[in-house]
């Protein structure tokens, strides 16, 4: 009798063991998964910042009214532009506004866009921003600057 119930313990000694190892493992699964999809998430925008490559665009003319600033806008490469974020700086060159402009524009073409503001304006930033699956990517290395923003 004594025997049995020391094989009893045993058993149920490697019994416990292994549903141990069994949780970790199943704990380790977890995490590895997840580990390898925000990694994979991260490469996959990395990939598509590349993309920031294929924008080009310039300011083709900018001038500013009492009450806002026109400005004609050229995409001169292959990647459409969904989006502009736009700063304006007064001749302090105090930051006075940022916008953001959700208009898309096409490979190879102009199109003429005008922003409300308030003072004199000195410098105007614009950032192209276009939208992939997932993510929206700011092109932050091809800033367009109008250094002085002239009266029309």
Known sequence: MLNSKKGASL?????????FVVA???FMAQWN???????ADDLALISDTAKCNSIGFSI???????????LDLKNRDDLRIDKFIVRVYDIYLENIGIQEMTIKLSPNKMESFEIIKQGTTK???????????KNQILCNEKVALAEEVKFC
């Not at 058993?11 to 549903?19: E, F, G, N, R, T």
């Not at 998964?33 to 990694?39: G, H, I, P, R």
């Open 11 to 19: 058993w149920i000694s490697w019994i416990l063991l292994m549903a």
């Open 24 to 26: 970790l493992g199943a």
């Open 33 to 39: 998964t997840d580990l390898f999809e925000k990694k």
């Open 60 to 70: 083709q003319n900018i001038c500013q009214t009492s009450h806002s600033i026109k």
């Open 123 to 133: 410098k105007v930033e614009i950032t192209p921003v276009f939208f992939t699956d």
